[in-house]
């Protein structure tokens, strides 16, 4: 049976709309494929862990939710995070202290905050940084830095602040920097931060850490100065004067301290500091003079080589007394014009300086 011409045209029509249709379609299947990355870019999907995933309830609103003129304009944000910077500044710079000495004491915050944004290099690391990693070292010499055992070593500093009240802040920084515990003993570890002295071996003991702060403090130190110890020890001494200049000479008379404390200080980085063998009595004439000088055994007398060789201007603090009772903790101090002076400033209990046969 032939189509009639009706339905030929019919059949015609048909099949225009369909070849419309397919146009239709092929040209929205091209723009979709331009709206999506073609699949290989994707990312690949990760699956949330569990404890990421909350019901749709507990999400929090989408940030268009926030009427924008809620939004704190970029001056308010800063303001707003201001005194949370200057609250770390002062939880490192002021370990905690009881409540009622600070508030009796309100001039001393500003004071604090005053000084340490006036010297930007010195400011301490904000406290859980300095738990993870050591501070950013930007120093000219050798200053070992580690988180290790932070807040003991926070601790021994606030005692000698605020129970001895040396509130010198610089000597209170060094303090706090160099790890008491690199320098005992592994039987003593546990009493590294302790208020005590504590055996280091052969008889001799590391000072008790007030005792350290305040004699560093009598020398006025500062990176320019020249400093000779007698009686090495450990080393610690002499890591904290490092915080203050890199020109450290330290004398022991004990071999294997002398040996054992070079070599504990090499290995921790303290690679300024300058040890010797000897009887200190007679103080270390080649590298002499020096601006400061600090005895850490007590003698009978001022051994007479080492006023020879203190500076004009300069000090030096000794034990002086008999073995095993109560000495006098001494500050001498040479003019100018070379005259000396003497203090006598409390009493203190150091091991004999001892004399070589
Ligand atoms: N400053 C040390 C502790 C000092 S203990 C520290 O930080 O660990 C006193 C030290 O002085 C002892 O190690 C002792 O052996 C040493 N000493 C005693 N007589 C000395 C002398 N004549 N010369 C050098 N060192 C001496």
């Known amino acids: 049976m032939q189509p009639s011409i009706r339905h030929k045209s019919v059949l015609f029509f048909n099949q225009f709309v369909l070849v419309l249709e397919l146009l239709f379609f092929m040209v929205l299947g091209g723009c979709k494929e331009q709206d999506h990355p073609p699949a290989e870019v994707l990312p690949p999907v990760e699956a949330a862990p569990s404890a990421e995933l909350r019901p749709a309830e507990k999400m929090p609103p989408p940030a268009e939710a926030i009427p924008s003129s809620e939004l704190p304009t970029v001056k308010e944000t800063q303001k707003q995070v201001?005194?949370?910077?200057?609250?770390?500044?002062?939880?490192f710079a002021r370990p905690p202290a009881e409540p009622n000495r600070?508030?009796?004491?309100?001039?001393?915050?500003?004071?604090?905050?005053?000084?340490?944004?006036?010297?930007?290099?010195?400011?301490p690391v904000e406290p859980n940084r300095m738990e993870r990693e050591p501070a950013p070292v930007e120093l000219e010499w050798s200053h070992p830095r580690t988180g290790e055992r932070i807040s003991e070593r926070r601790q021994m500093v606030s005692l000698i602040r605020d129970f001895y009240r040396l509130t010198e802040p610089e000597v209170l920084e060094a303090m706090g920097n160099v790890p008491r515990h690199w320098f005992v003993?592994?039987?003593?570890?546990?009493?590294?931060?302790?208020?005590?002295?504590l055996p280091i071996g052969q008889g001799q003991t590391i000072s008790q850490p007030y005792i350290v702060a305040y004699m560093t403090n009598l020398l006025e130190l500062n990176p320019d100065k020249k400093v000779l110890e007698v009686g090495t020890g450990s080393g610690y001494q002499a890591a904290v004067l490092t915080e203050f200049t890199p020109h450290v000479y330290t004398i022991e008379i004990v071999e294997p301290l002398a040996k054992a404390a070079a070599t504990r200080l090499q290995r921790r980085g303290y690679k300024t500091i300058e040890t010797k063998t000897a009887d200190g009595y007679w103080g270390w004439e080649e590298k002499g003079p020096f601006d400061a000088i600090i005895v850490t055994c007590a003698a009978d007398h001022i051994p007479p080589p080492l006023i020879k060789q203190l500076k004009p201007t300069g000090k030096m603090c000794i034990p002086v007394g008999g073995p095993f009772s109560i000495q006098n903790l001494m500050l001498i101090s040479k003019n100018e014009a070379g005259i000396v002076t003497s203090q006598s400033l409390m009493p203190v209990t150091f091991v004999p300086l001892v004399r070589k046969k």
């Open 82 to 91: 201001e005194p949370n910077i200057t609250e770390t500044i002062l939880s």
């Open 102 to 123: 600070l508030a009796s004491d309100p001039n001393r915050l500003p004071a604090e905050i005053s000084q340490l944004m006036a010297e930007p290099n010195r400011l």
């Open 185 to 197: 003993t592994s039987q003593e570890q546990s009493r590294a931060y302790a208020d005590m002295p």
